[in-house]
């Protein structure tokens, strides 16, 4: 669902229909991820996936039928048996509702990043009811942990909890190691070839987030620095020597971006890394004490800017 936040909320705002779907439970499939939401436009337009994509056809189909929350029933057919290897009897039950039938609080804690629940109650005869619920509210009974969607009834629970996202730009061994250590700390990360290919998604990115740039081209780094270093990114970290650092502090520099407090180069707890396993153990030990407020490390080199 935090992945579909800023474009179901764009549609919103500019008055466009948009409906929602998640997936609620299933039978005989494999592949679903909590938390995970298929937003569905008027003109056809589709943004998420849900169970790997193998009903989001489907669900733009039936999605403009009814204007209000409901659950809705697929089987596979045979067609997507036979093009995905799926058995024929699987089934799937998901909610579809228009993106403004629900609270416009969870819309907003969604679009931040923050934890969000609703309920949902949507019997087969009479009006549906949908709340929003804090699942960090004591008072709510829901328990803690990651997302997840419970039914129960007529009555389906969902409750969203964000990933912390670890965006990396660039490749190597050091980004080929950081991504299966950012897995094993229960974080999302999503590798960009350069700068300007991850500076979408990073304008999107909470201060529960990190990006790490490894790159020693600033043409290639740079728009990735400059992108998280405007936004409230939690961690922005450039791996590299003194020279290729230096070098992306002057382009940056040159470009007016010269407040570099928030910028961790060379990125990592100084342990005398050397490995690229080394490495990208001591780039995540130096994130998760930036998010636990405890900052180890020296301030960056100003920049220079720009001569007339």
Request: hydrophobic share 50%; net charge negative.
């Amino acid at each position: 669902m935090y992945d579909i936040a800023f474009s179901v909320l764009g549609c919103l705002r500019a008055g466009t229909r948009v409906d929602v779907a998640w997936l609620v439970d299933s039978e005989g499939l494999d592949g679903a991820e909590p938390g995970a939401a298929l937003a569905l436009t008027a003109g056809g337009g589709r943004v998420g996936s849900v169970l790997g994509g193998v009903f989001d056809a489907r669900l733009a189909d039936v999605a403009p039928q009814r204007g209000v929350p409901r659950l809705v029933t697929l089987t596979v057919g045979v067609t997507e048996a036979l093009v995905a290897g799926l058995p024929t009897d699987a089934r799937a039950r998901f909610v579809v509702t228009p993106a403004d039938a629900l609270p416009a609080e969870f819309w907003d804690r969604v679009r931040d990043r923050r934890p969000a629940g609703l309920v949902l109650d949507l019997p087969v005869d009479g009006e549906p009811a949908v709340r929003f619920v804090d699942p960090d509210d004591a008072q709510s009974g829901l328990q803690a942990g990651g997302s997840s969607t419970q039914a129960s009834g007529d009555r389906v629970v969902t409750v969203l909890r964000p990933v912390p996202a670890l965006v990396l730009v660039g490749g190597g061994p050091v980004v080929a190691a950081l991504q299966p250590a950012a897995v094993l700390l229960g974080w999302q990360p999503r590798v960009f070839g350069n700068g300007a290919e991850a500076a979408a998604v990073v304008a999107g990115l909470s201060s529960l987030d990190k990006v790490v740039v490894v790159g020693h081209d600033p043409e290639v780094a740079g728009p990735a620095l400059v992108g998280a270093l405007a936004s409230s990114v939690g961690y922005v970290g450039l791996v590299g020597g003194r020279r290729a650092i230096g070098a992306c502090v002057d382009w940056l520099g040159y470009r007016g971006v010269t407040d570099l407090s928030a910028l961790h180069a060379p990125a990592g707890l100084d342990i005398g890394a050397g490995p690229p396993a080394e490495v990208a153990l001591a780039v995540l030990a130096e994130a998760v004490a930036v998010a636990a407020g405890k900052d180890p490390s020296p301030a960056v080199p100003a920049a220079r800017t720009a001569t007339p």
